[in-house]
Protein backbone atom coordinates (compact mmCIF):
# COMPACT_ATOMS: atom_id res chain seq x y z
CA UNK A 1 0.00 0.00 0.00
CA UNK A 2 1.32 3.11 -0.95
CA UNK A 3 1.99 6.53 1.38
CA UNK A 4 -1.26 8.42 -0.34
CA UNK A 5 -3.77 4.91 0.13
CA UNK A 6 -2.45 4.85 3.78
CA UNK A 7 -3.09 8.13 4.15
CA UNK A 8 -6.58 8.23 2.96
CA UNK A 9 -7.11 4.91 5.37
CA UNK A 10 -5.95 7.01 8.20
CA UNK A 11 -8.52 9.81 7.40
CA UNK A 12 -11.45 7.45 6.86
CA UNK A 13 -11.09 6.03 10.31
CA UNK A 14 -10.23 9.26 12.06
CA UNK A 15 -13.90 10.64 10.29
CA UNK A 16 -15.46 7.07 11.61
CA UNK A 17 -13.73 7.53 15.34
CA UNK A 18 -14.86 10.98 15.32
CA UNK A 19 -18.51 10.18 14.47
CA UNK A 20 -19.05 7.25 17.04
CA UNK A 21 -17.18 9.20 19.82
CA UNK A 22 -19.49 12.40 19.16
CA UNK A 23 -22.55 10.18 19.12
CA UNK A 24 -21.50 8.70 22.11
CA UNK A 25 -21.03 11.98 23.84
CA UNK A 26 -24.60 13.21 22.38
CA UNK A 27 -26.10 9.97 23.93
CA UNK A 28 -24.32 10.44 26.85
CA UNK A 29 -25.84 14.46 27.04
CA UNK A 30 -28.98 13.20 26.11
CA UNK A 31 -29.58 10.74 29.17
CA UNK A 32 -27.63 13.18 31.28
CA UNK A 33 -30.66 15.76 30.14
CA UNK A 34 -33.24 13.09 31.01
CA UNK A 35 -32.06 12.78 34.36
CA UNK A 36 -32.50 16.29 34.65
CA UNK A 37 -36.05 16.48 33.26
CA UNK A 38 -36.73 13.83 35.91
CA UNK A 39 -35.14 15.00 38.86
CA UNK A 40 -36.89 16.44 42.38
CA UNK A 41 -35.48 20.11 41.40
CA UNK A 42 -37.37 22.14 39.49
CA UNK A 43 -34.89 24.22 38.20
CA UNK A 44 -33.23 21.41 35.95
CA UNK A 45 -36.18 20.20 35.15
CA UNK A 46 -37.38 23.50 33.45
CA UNK A 47 -33.79 23.52 32.00
CA UNK A 48 -34.30 20.01 30.69
CA UNK A 49 -37.80 20.41 29.38
CA UNK A 50 -36.83 23.25 26.76
CA UNK A 51 -33.96 20.84 25.09
CA UNK A 52 -35.81 17.99 25.02
CA UNK A 53 -39.67 19.39 24.35
CA UNK A 54 -38.87 19.07 20.22
CA UNK A 55 -36.66 15.83 20.35
CA UNK A 56 -37.85 13.46 17.90
CA UNK A 57 -37.29 10.64 20.61
CA UNK A 58 -39.05 12.18 23.37
CA UNK A 59 -41.57 9.16 24.30
CA UNK A 60 -39.06 6.61 24.02
CA UNK A 61 -36.29 8.42 26.07
CA UNK A 62 -38.77 8.94 28.92
CA UNK A 63 -40.32 5.66 28.79
CA UNK A 64 -36.91 3.67 29.88
CA UNK A 65 -37.69 5.40 32.85
CA UNK A 66 -39.89 4.15 36.07
CA UNK A 67 -43.47 5.35 35.89
CA UNK A 68 -42.63 8.09 39.27
CA UNK A 69 -40.28 9.28 37.31
CA UNK A 70 -41.96 9.51 33.89
CA UNK A 71 -45.06 11.39 35.54
CA UNK A 72 -41.75 14.13 37.05
CA UNK A 73 -41.20 14.47 33.66
CA UNK A 74 -44.69 15.36 33.08
CA UNK A 75 -44.64 17.98 35.83
CA UNK A 76 -41.83 19.47 34.02
CA UNK A 77 -43.50 20.29 30.79
CA UNK A 78 -46.15 21.44 32.58
CA UNK A 79 -43.62 24.19 34.23
CA UNK A 80 -42.72 25.16 31.00
CA UNK A 81 -46.24 26.29 30.04
CA UNK A 82 -44.87 26.70 26.27
CA UNK A 83 -46.80 25.38 22.87
CA UNK A 84 -43.91 22.87 22.39
CA UNK A 85 -44.44 21.21 26.28
CA UNK A 86 -47.87 20.66 25.00
CA UNK A 87 -46.57 18.93 21.99
CA UNK A 88 -44.17 17.00 24.43
CA UNK A 89 -46.76 16.16 26.91
CA UNK A 90 -49.02 14.56 24.39
CA UNK A 91 -46.28 12.38 22.94
CA UNK A 92 -46.19 11.21 26.70
CA UNK A 93 -50.06 10.49 26.78
CA UNK A 94 -49.17 7.30 24.69
CA UNK A 95 -47.77 5.54 27.86
CA UNK A 96 -49.14 2.40 27.78
CA UNK A 97 -49.89 2.89 32.12
CA UNK A 98 -53.45 4.54 32.16
CA UNK A 99 -52.35 5.94 35.78
CA UNK A 100 -49.34 7.73 33.98
CA UNK A 101 -51.87 8.86 30.88
CA UNK A 102 -54.04 10.33 33.15
CA UNK A 103 -51.47 12.56 34.85
CA UNK A 104 -50.34 13.62 31.82
CA UNK A 105 -54.30 14.98 31.14
CA UNK A 106 -54.59 16.60 34.10
CA UNK A 107 -51.02 18.41 32.86
CA UNK A 108 -52.61 18.90 29.33
CA UNK A 109 -55.82 20.37 30.93
CA UNK A 110 -53.74 23.15 33.05
CA UNK A 111 -52.51 24.17 29.89
CA UNK A 112 -55.20 24.02 27.23
CA UNK A 113 -56.74 27.55 28.01
CA UNK A 114 -53.54 28.83 26.56
CA UNK A 115 -52.62 26.55 24.00
CA UNK A 116 -55.83 24.59 22.59
CA UNK A 117 -54.26 24.56 19.12
CA UNK A 118 -51.74 21.75 19.50
CA UNK A 119 -54.54 19.76 20.90
CA UNK A 120 -56.86 20.37 18.25
CA UNK A 121 -54.45 18.76 15.79
CA UNK A 122 -53.63 15.73 18.36
CA UNK A 123 -57.53 15.08 17.42
CA UNK A 124 -55.87 13.42 14.12
CA UNK A 125 -53.35 12.06 15.68
CA UNK A 126 -52.20 7.99 14.87
CA UNK A 127 -52.57 7.05 18.76
CA UNK A 128 -56.02 6.41 20.08
CA UNK A 129 -54.72 7.34 23.61
CA UNK A 130 -53.48 10.88 22.16
CA UNK A 131 -56.95 11.64 20.82
CA UNK A 132 -58.26 10.89 23.78
CA UNK A 133 -56.23 12.93 26.04
CA UNK A 134 -56.95 16.06 23.67
CA UNK A 135 -60.35 15.51 23.61
CA UNK A 136 -60.64 15.00 27.27
CA UNK A 137 -58.84 18.41 28.00
CA UNK A 138 -60.41 20.25 25.51
CA UNK A 139 -63.66 19.65 26.79
CA UNK A 140 -62.74 21.48 29.72
CA UNK A 141 -63.08 24.23 27.74
CA UNK A 142 -66.52 24.34 27.53
CA UNK A 143 -68.65 26.47 25.31
CA UNK A 144 -65.85 28.56 23.71
CA UNK A 145 -64.16 25.86 22.27
CA UNK A 146 -66.86 24.17 20.34
CA UNK A 147 -67.25 26.00 17.07
CA UNK A 148 -63.16 24.72 16.88
CA UNK A 149 -64.54 21.23 17.52
CA UNK A 150 -67.42 21.22 15.41
CA UNK A 151 -64.95 22.30 12.21
CA UNK A 152 -63.18 19.48 13.47
CA UNK A 153 -66.17 16.90 13.37
CA UNK A 154 -66.41 17.71 9.51
CA UNK A 155 -62.90 15.89 9.15
CA UNK A 156 -63.21 12.04 9.20
CA UNK A 157 -59.53 11.99 9.90
CA UNK A 158 -60.50 14.06 14.12
CA UNK A 159 -63.92 13.06 13.77
CA UNK A 160 -64.59 10.89 16.84
CA UNK A 161 -62.48 12.68 18.88
CA UNK A 162 -64.05 15.73 18.71
CA UNK A 163 -67.20 14.00 18.82
CA UNK A 164 -65.94 12.82 22.18
CA UNK A 165 -65.07 16.05 23.35
CA UNK A 166 -68.75 17.78 22.24
CA UNK A 167 -70.63 15.09 24.31
CA UNK A 168 -68.17 15.70 27.63
CA UNK A 169 -69.23 19.55 27.02
CA UNK A 170 -72.77 18.68 26.86
CA UNK A 171 -75.60 20.14 25.51
CA UNK A 172 -74.65 23.85 25.16
CA UNK A 173 -73.45 22.22 21.95
CA UNK A 174 -76.60 21.08 20.29
CA UNK A 175 -76.83 24.44 17.95
CA UNK A 176 -74.21 24.67 16.77
CA UNK A 177 -73.69 20.73 15.82
CA UNK A 178 -77.48 20.43 14.87
CA UNK A 179 -77.07 22.02 10.72
CA UNK A 180 -74.12 19.52 10.52
CA UNK A 181 -77.50 16.49 10.64
CA UNK A 182 -78.10 18.20 7.10
CA UNK A 183 -75.08 17.75 5.64
CA UNK A 184 -74.93 15.92 2.13
CA UNK A 185 -71.74 13.91 3.68
CA UNK A 186 -73.89 10.26 4.79
CA UNK A 187 -70.93 9.49 7.50
CA UNK A 188 -71.07 12.55 8.93
CA UNK A 189 -74.94 12.65 9.17
CA UNK A 190 -74.23 9.10 10.88
CA UNK A 191 -71.45 11.10 13.80
CA UNK A 192 -74.21 13.47 13.77
CA UNK A 193 -76.82 11.59 14.66
CA UNK A 194 -74.89 9.26 17.30
CA UNK A 195 -73.81 12.57 18.90
CA UNK A 196 -77.00 14.27 19.08
CA UNK A 197 -78.02 10.84 21.11
CA UNK A 198 -74.83 10.88 23.42
CA UNK A 199 -75.69 14.54 24.05
CA UNK A 200 -79.40 13.75 25.12
CA UNK A 201 -80.61 17.10 24.23
CA UNK A 202 -84.73 17.05 23.06
CA UNK A 203 -84.08 20.26 21.24
CA UNK A 204 -82.45 18.01 18.59
CA UNK A 205 -85.57 15.15 18.41
CA UNK A 206 -87.25 17.25 15.32
CA UNK A 207 -83.56 17.75 13.16
CA UNK A 208 -83.65 13.61 14.28
CA UNK A 209 -86.94 13.28 12.82
CA UNK A 210 -86.36 14.71 9.22
CA UNK A 211 -83.98 12.48 8.75
CA UNK A 212 -85.31 8.61 10.31
CA UNK A 213 -86.08 7.35 6.65
CA UNK A 214 -82.79 7.86 5.46
CA UNK A 215 -80.50 4.91 4.57
CA UNK A 216 -81.08 2.37 6.58
CA UNK A 217 -77.41 3.32 8.36
CA UNK A 218 -78.49 6.67 9.06
CA UNK A 219 -82.04 5.15 10.19
CA UNK A 220 -80.69 2.95 12.67
CA UNK A 221 -78.57 5.29 14.26
CA UNK A 222 -81.50 8.16 14.19
CA UNK A 223 -83.47 5.64 15.86
CA UNK A 224 -80.69 4.67 18.69
CA UNK A 225 -80.30 8.94 19.20
CA UNK A 226 -84.16 9.40 19.60
CA UNK A 227 -84.00 6.15 22.24
CA UNK A 228 -81.09 7.68 24.16
CA UNK A 229 -83.01 10.96 24.13
CA UNK A 230 -86.16 8.60 25.15
CA UNK A 231 -87.90 12.57 24.99
CA UNK A 232 -92.32 11.79 24.37
CA UNK A 233 -91.46 14.14 21.17
CA UNK A 234 -89.42 11.14 19.98
CA UNK A 235 -92.21 8.49 20.76
CA UNK A 236 -94.33 8.17 17.47
CA UNK A 237 -91.16 7.06 15.51
CA UNK A 238 -90.07 5.03 18.72
CA UNK A 239 -92.98 2.65 18.19
CA UNK A 240 -92.94 3.13 14.87
CA UNK A 241 -89.55 1.35 15.05
CA UNK A 242 -90.26 -1.23 17.67
CA UNK A 243 -93.33 -2.40 15.32
CA UNK A 244 -91.53 -3.04 12.21
CA UNK A 245 -89.48 -5.42 12.05
CA UNK A 246 -87.23 -4.98 9.03
CA UNK A 247 -85.38 -2.33 11.56
CA UNK A 248 -82.21 -3.22 12.58
CA UNK A 249 -82.62 -5.21 15.80
CA UNK A 250 -80.28 -3.52 18.14
CA UNK A 251 -81.90 -0.16 17.26
CA UNK A 252 -85.73 -2.25 17.89
CA UNK A 253 -84.20 -2.93 21.36
CA UNK A 254 -83.22 0.55 22.21
CA UNK A 255 -86.58 1.68 21.05
CA UNK A 256 -88.37 -0.56 23.81
CA UNK A 257 -85.56 0.74 26.61
CA UNK A 258 -86.56 4.02 25.59
CA UNK A 259 -90.49 3.73 25.24
CA UNK A 260 -89.97 1.93 28.92
CA UNK A 261 -88.74 5.14 30.11
CA UNK A 262 -91.48 7.32 28.89
CA UNK A 263 -94.12 4.96 30.18
CA UNK A 264 -97.09 5.91 28.08
CA UNK A 265 -100.29 3.99 27.64
CA UNK A 266 -99.50 3.24 24.21
CA UNK A 267 -95.63 2.30 24.79
CA UNK A 268 -96.66 0.18 27.63
CA UNK A 269 -99.21 -1.79 25.09
CA UNK A 270 -96.38 -1.76 22.53
CA UNK A 271 -93.55 -3.27 24.69
CA UNK A 272 -96.19 -5.78 26.03
CA UNK A 273 -96.72 -6.87 22.07
CA UNK A 274 -92.85 -6.82 21.98
CA UNK A 275 -93.00 -9.91 24.47
CA UNK A 276 -93.91 -12.38 21.88
CA UNK A 277 -91.51 -10.37 19.01
CA UNK A 278 -89.59 -12.67 17.22
CA UNK A 279 -86.17 -10.97 18.03
CA UNK A 280 -84.36 -12.18 20.97
CA UNK A 281 -82.65 -9.32 21.62
CA UNK A 282 -86.24 -7.11 21.63
CA UNK A 283 -87.76 -9.73 23.58
CA UNK A 284 -85.22 -9.58 26.13
CA UNK A 285 -85.33 -5.82 25.49
CA UNK A 286 -89.05 -5.19 25.76
CA UNK A 287 -88.58 -7.32 29.67
CA UNK A 288 -86.64 -4.60 31.10
CA UNK A 289 -88.42 -1.78 29.59
CA UNK A 290 -91.85 -2.80 31.16
CA UNK A 291 -90.01 -3.04 34.71
CA UNK A 292 -87.99 -0.02 34.14
CA UNK A 293 -91.92 1.50 33.19
CA UNK A 294 -93.09 0.38 36.61
CA UNK A 295 -96.24 0.31 38.40
CA UNK A 296 -97.62 1.89 34.84
CA UNK A 297 -97.27 -1.57 33.28
CA UNK A 298 -98.68 -3.30 35.76
CA UNK A 299 -102.42 -3.41 34.35
CA UNK A 300 -101.15 -4.71 30.93
CA UNK A 301 -98.67 -7.04 32.41
CA UNK A 302 -101.32 -8.44 34.72
CA UNK A 303 -103.81 -9.33 31.41
CA UNK A 304 -100.26 -10.49 29.48
CA UNK A 305 -99.97 -12.94 32.39
CA UNK A 306 -103.24 -14.52 31.17
CA UNK A 307 -101.85 -14.95 27.70
CA UNK A 308 -102.36 -18.07 25.58
CA UNK A 309 -98.70 -17.85 24.75
CA UNK A 310 -96.67 -19.51 27.84
CA UNK A 311 -93.31 -17.47 26.65
CA UNK A 312 -95.38 -14.37 26.98
CA UNK A 313 -96.32 -15.27 30.48
CA UNK A 314 -92.97 -16.16 31.69
CA UNK A 315 -91.40 -12.84 30.22
CA UNK A 316 -93.95 -10.83 31.64
CA UNK A 317 -93.51 -12.52 35.39
CA UNK A 318 -89.94 -11.30 34.45
CA UNK A 319 -90.94 -8.21 33.88
CA UNK A 320 -92.93 -7.51 37.24
CA UNK A 321 -90.18 -9.11 39.02
CA UNK A 322 -88.06 -6.46 38.31
CA UNK A 323 -90.39 -3.56 39.87
CA UNK A 324 -89.74 -3.04 43.58
CA UNK A 325 -93.72 -2.71 43.74
CA UNK A 326 -96.32 -4.53 46.22
CA UNK A 327 -98.82 -3.90 43.12
CA UNK A 328 -96.79 -6.73 41.68
CA UNK A 329 -97.50 -9.71 43.91
CA UNK A 330 -100.94 -10.34 42.80
CA UNK A 331 -100.50 -10.79 39.01
CA UNK A 332 -97.02 -12.98 40.07
CA UNK A 333 -98.98 -14.84 42.48
CA UNK A 334 -101.43 -16.14 39.27
CA UNK A 335 -98.25 -16.61 37.32
CA UNK A 336 -96.97 -18.81 40.59
CA UNK A 337 -100.25 -21.23 39.52
CA UNK A 338 -99.36 -21.48 35.70
CA UNK A 339 -100.00 -24.95 34.26
CA UNK A 340 -96.37 -24.23 32.71
CA UNK A 341 -93.55 -25.14 35.15
CA UNK A 342 -91.26 -22.59 33.55
CA UNK A 343 -93.64 -19.61 34.04
CA UNK A 344 -93.72 -21.28 37.74
CA UNK A 345 -90.05 -21.00 38.22
CA UNK A 346 -89.85 -17.84 36.68
CA UNK A 347 -92.72 -16.44 38.90
CA UNK A 348 -90.93 -17.97 41.96
CA UNK A 349 -87.64 -15.91 41.25
CA UNK A 350 -89.07 -12.54 40.37
CA UNK A 351 -91.47 -12.50 43.68
CA UNK A 352 -88.30 -12.66 45.90
CA UNK A 353 -86.74 -10.26 43.39
CA UNK A 354 -89.54 -7.73 44.45
CA UNK A 355 -88.54 -7.71 47.68
CA UNK A 356 -91.74 -7.18 48.88
CA UNK A 357 -92.81 -9.19 52.55
CA UNK A 358 -96.28 -9.78 51.16
CA UNK A 359 -94.42 -12.42 48.94
CA UNK A 360 -93.65 -14.79 51.38
CA UNK A 361 -96.80 -16.77 51.57
CA UNK A 362 -96.88 -17.66 48.10
CA UNK A 363 -93.06 -18.64 47.92
CA UNK A 364 -94.36 -20.90 50.97
CA UNK A 365 -97.06 -22.45 49.06
CA UNK A 366 -94.54 -23.06 46.02
CA UNK A 367 -92.07 -25.10 48.20
CA UNK A 368 -94.25 -27.72 47.60
CA UNK A 369 -94.29 -27.31 44.02
CA UNK A 370 -94.47 -30.64 42.13
CA UNK A 371 -91.82 -29.23 39.76
CA UNK A 372 -88.69 -29.54 42.11
CA UNK A 373 -87.17 -25.68 40.02
CA UNK A 374 -90.00 -23.83 41.16
CA UNK A 375 -89.95 -25.08 44.97
CA UNK A 376 -85.68 -24.33 44.37
CA UNK A 377 -86.51 -21.36 42.93
CA UNK A 378 -89.02 -20.66 45.81
CA UNK A 379 -86.18 -20.91 48.45
CA UNK A 380 -83.76 -18.71 46.90
CA UNK A 381 -86.36 -16.08 46.65
CA UNK A 382 -87.06 -16.75 50.84
CA UNK A 383 -83.58 -16.57 51.65
CA UNK A 384 -83.12 -13.41 49.52
CA UNK A 385 -86.19 -11.60 51.71
CA UNK A 386 -84.06 -12.14 54.49
CA UNK A 387 -84.94 -12.25 58.08
CA UNK A 388 -88.89 -11.19 57.26
CA UNK A 389 -88.72 -14.79 56.03
CA UNK A 390 -87.12 -16.50 58.78
CA UNK A 391 -90.02 -17.68 61.59
CA UNK A 392 -92.06 -18.61 58.45
CA UNK A 393 -89.31 -21.08 57.25
CA UNK A 394 -88.72 -22.20 60.56
CA UNK A 395 -92.09 -23.12 60.44
CA UNK A 396 -92.06 -25.11 57.47
CA UNK A 397 -88.63 -27.15 58.94
CA UNK A 398 -91.92 -29.51 60.82
CA UNK A 399 -93.70 -30.12 57.63
CA UNK A 400 -95.46 -33.66 56.80
CA UNK A 401 -93.41 -33.57 53.24
CA UNK A 402 -89.99 -33.63 53.52
CA UNK A 403 -88.93 -31.86 49.92
CA UNK A 404 -90.70 -28.61 51.62
CA UNK A 405 -88.95 -28.97 55.23
CA UNK A 406 -85.28 -29.85 53.14
CA UNK A 407 -86.09 -26.47 50.86
CA UNK A 408 -87.11 -24.46 53.99
CA UNK A 409 -83.54 -25.43 55.80
CA UNK A 410 -81.84 -24.93 52.82
CA UNK A 411 -83.61 -21.21 52.54
CA UNK A 412 -82.63 -20.77 56.02
CA UNK A 413 -78.60 -21.91 55.93
CA UNK A 414 -78.49 -19.57 52.85
CA UNK A 415 -79.18 -16.54 54.58
CA UNK A 416 -76.43 -16.79 57.33
CA UNK A 417 -75.56 -15.12 60.57
CA UNK A 418 -79.74 -14.03 60.31
CA UNK A 419 -81.66 -17.76 60.72
CA UNK A 420 -79.11 -18.62 63.10
CA UNK A 421 -80.83 -17.67 66.70
CA UNK A 422 -84.57 -19.11 65.40
CA UNK A 423 -82.73 -22.28 64.19
CA UNK A 424 -81.67 -22.51 68.21
CA UNK A 425 -84.85 -22.48 68.72
CA UNK A 426 -86.10 -25.18 66.32
CA UNK A 427 -83.64 -27.07 68.19
CA UNK A 428 -85.55 -27.18 71.25
CA UNK A 429 -88.74 -28.01 69.34
CA UNK A 430 -90.93 -30.93 70.21
CA UNK A 431 -91.39 -32.04 67.07
CA UNK A 432 -88.39 -34.42 65.80
CA UNK A 433 -88.39 -33.57 62.27
CA UNK A 434 -88.41 -29.94 62.55
CA UNK A 435 -84.97 -30.48 65.46
CA UNK A 436 -83.72 -32.47 62.46
CA UNK A 437 -84.11 -30.13 60.01
CA UNK A 438 -82.88 -27.24 61.84
CA UNK A 439 -79.91 -28.77 62.28
CA UNK A 440 -79.30 -29.76 59.09
CA UNK A 441 -79.71 -25.79 58.40
CA UNK A 442 -76.86 -24.87 61.00
CA UNK A 443 -74.81 -27.81 59.89
CA UNK A 444 -75.17 -25.72 55.69
CA UNK A 445 -74.85 -22.13 57.66
CA UNK A 446 -71.35 -20.84 56.99
CA UNK A 447 -71.54 -18.57 59.65
CA UNK A 448 -69.28 -18.34 62.76
CA UNK A 449 -72.39 -18.25 65.13
CA UNK A 450 -73.64 -21.43 63.43
CA UNK A 451 -70.06 -22.81 63.65
CA UNK A 452 -70.16 -21.92 67.62
CA UNK A 453 -74.07 -23.43 68.40
CA UNK A 454 -73.14 -26.88 66.65
CA UNK A 455 -70.05 -27.04 68.75
CA UNK A 456 -72.01 -26.20 72.03
CA UNK A 457 -74.97 -28.48 71.24
CA UNK A 458 -72.71 -31.28 69.66
CA UNK A 459 -73.14 -33.45 73.30
CA UNK A 460 -76.70 -33.44 73.59
CA UNK A 461 -77.63 -34.46 70.13
CA UNK A 462 -78.57 -38.03 69.90
CA UNK A 463 -75.42 -40.37 67.71
CA UNK A 464 -77.71 -41.12 65.06
CA UNK A 465 -77.50 -37.39 63.78
CA UNK A 466 -74.20 -36.56 65.34
CA UNK A 467 -72.45 -37.23 61.34
CA UNK A 468 -74.53 -34.38 60.70
CA UNK A 469 -72.12 -32.21 62.94
CA UNK A 470 -69.20 -33.94 61.92
CA UNK A 471 -70.00 -33.27 57.95
CA UNK A 472 -70.58 -29.48 58.96
CA UNK A 473 -67.01 -29.05 60.92
CA UNK A 474 -65.03 -31.59 57.79
CA UNK A 475 -66.47 -28.73 55.65
CA UNK A 476 -65.74 -25.67 57.46
CA UNK A 477 -62.39 -27.20 57.79
CA UNK A 478 -61.53 -27.47 54.44
CA UNK A 479 -63.24 -24.20 53.80
CA UNK A 480 -60.51 -22.23 55.88
CA UNK A 481 -57.36 -24.35 54.44
Not at 173 to 198: F, H, M, N
Not at 263 to 291: F, Y
Not at 373 to 388: H, I, K
Amino acid sequence: MNRAAALRWAIWILIIGGIISWTIWRNVQTQRTVDDLVSRDPARQVAAAKILATHDSLYDLVQQRPITARMRAADAFERLGTEEAVKALLALQKDPEIRMREHVTQKLITLAPKYPQPLLDALKDADSNVRSGAAKALATLGEPIVPKLVEALKDSGSRAAASDALSRIGKVCTPQVLPLIDEEDEALRIAVAELLGKLGDPRAVPALLRHQDDSPAVRRTVIGALAAIAHSSAEDALLRALNNPEDDGDARAQAAVALGKIASARAVATLVRALSDEDLIVRSAAVGALARAGRAAIPALTQAIRSADPEVRRLAAEALGGMNDPAAIAPLSVALKDPDYHVRRTAATSLGQTGQTSAIPHLLDALSDPDGGVGEAAANSLANLGATAVQPLVAKLGANNPTVAYLAARALSAMGEVSVTALQGALNSPNPTARHWALIALAGNSSPQAAELLQQVQQRIPESERWIIDEAVMRLGSSES
